[in-house]
């Protein structure tokens, strides 16, 4: 059974950073791509990051680029989102998601940027 759980989320003032994990269970982690998303209450869940299995290749939503840091520890089955610069735009739920047989995505931890 998949199982993928987000933590880290929280409250951080603008400039700041912060470091969501997402553990996983279930599936066969190192060759699987990892995603992390991003939804705002009213809108669309956005994909922000994505780093592939085996050549863990990278890819960033422009909003994030430059800011943010997608990276995995394929040993540990553990997929992580590094960010800084943080702004109150980028508050939003954050998902961790792959897809297997079909999309599975973690419960979601919330990020709030404000003074």
């Known amino acids: 059974q998949v199982q993928l759980v987000e933590s880290g989320g929280g409250l951080v003032q603008p400039g700041g950073s912060l470091t969501l994990s997402c553990a996983t269970s279930g599936f066969h982690f190192s060759s699987a791509t990892m995603s992390w998303y991003r939804q705002i209450p009213g809108q669309g869940r956005d994909l922000i990051a994505s780093?592939?299995?085996?050549?863990?290749?990278?890819w960033y939503a422009d909003s994030v680029k430059g800011r943010f840091t997608i990276n995995r520890d394929n040993g540990r089955s553990m997929v992580y989102l590094q960010m800084a610069s943080l702004t109150p735009e980028d508050t939003a739920t954050y998902y961790c998601?792959?897809?297997?047989?079909?999309?599975?995505w973690g419960p979601g931890t919330q990020v709030t940027v404000s003074p």
């Open positions: 998601n792959t897809w297997t047989d079909k999309n599975y």
């Open positions: 780093i592939g299995g085996v050549a863990s290749s990278l």
